[in-house]
């Protein structure tokens, strides 16, 4: 990295950089990384693109970042768009609150029930807030959520690291494609596979599985043919979004 500062004329700010050691071995390797003689601060959890990494790949950090930050913003609009019109007040969450809970969720993507619960709580009680109904009934809130068309925001993750894949496909995005999950044709005429599916990678350890790509070719591999077909990412978005949610 040093050498590469020199030959194109950049410089790394030392003070901003950390040291993440991701690794399940119990004895870890320590060495004093440093760039132009400032010894590098090892952490634990840090930051990345707005996205919190830990040493453990747990998403709890990120987690209760963005169930912060969209609780803050909730309690913002409350205050100041309370007694606005529904259609001012569901905009408003749109346009300042949603977007903290879904900010690079391709990436993050939880899988465990607590996470996702703590995420759909912000958008419960946003509805209650848009529709002004406290009511304690059972159903109230998804009655809510169904007559304000706010999709689960566990489907919008979905859909979105689905899309994702799909632009990456066709090369929309800089996301390189693994060559050992892309199937070799056969050369026979019967028996043809469908090469728009992919190999599926079966990890060992949770951290993997629910990654990214592992997560996502089970997701995209149960997907029908004709949604396969569709070139066209807005078209391929909007069709994949209404069979999740008929689902």
Not at 42 to 70: C, F, H, I, R
Not at 85 to 94: D, F, I, R, S, T
Not at 156 to 175: D, M, S
Not at 210 to 220: A, E, H, K, V
Request: charged share 25%; net charge positive.
């Amino acid at each position: 990295m040093v050498k590469w500062t020199k030959i194109w004329q950049m410089i790394f700010n030392p003070s901003k950089c950390y040291v993440l050691t991701i690794t399940k071995k119990r004895k870890t390797i320590n060495f004093n990384y440093n760039i132009n003689g400032h010894i590098l601060e090892s952490v634990a959890p840090n930051p990345y693109l707005g996205a919190e990494l830990t040493n453990t790949m747990s998403w709890d950090k990120q987690v209760n970042k963005v169930v912060t930050k969209g609780n803050k913003a909730l309690g913002f609009i409350r205050r100041n768009v309370g007694s606005c019109p529904e259609a001012v007040k569901k905009q408003a969450y749109l346009a300042l609150v949603r977007p903290h809970l879904e900010y690079a969720c391709s990436a993050w993507d939880p899988h465990l029930q607590k996470h996702i619960y703590q995420i759909e709580m912000v958008q419960r009680r946003a509805a209650r807030f848009i529709k002004s109904n406290y009511s304690r009934e059972p159903g109230t809130v998804t009655t809510l959520l169904e007559e304000l068309n706010l999709t689960p925001l566990e489907i919008r993750r979905k859909v979105a690291r689905i899309t994702l894949f799909h632009k990456a496909i066709h090369e929309r995005v800089a996301i390189p494609i693994p060559t050992h999950i892309i199937k070799p044709r056969r050369t026979s005429r019967l028996h043809q596979p469908n090469t728009k599916r992919y190999v599926q990678i079966r990890p060992n350890k949770d951290i993997y599985k629910y990654s990214f790509f592992p997560r996502t070719i089970r997701d995209w591999n149960k997907l029908p043919d004709e949604l396969l077909e569709i070139e066209s990412s807005e078209e391929f978005k909007t069709k994949l979004t209404k069979l999740l949610c008929s689902g």
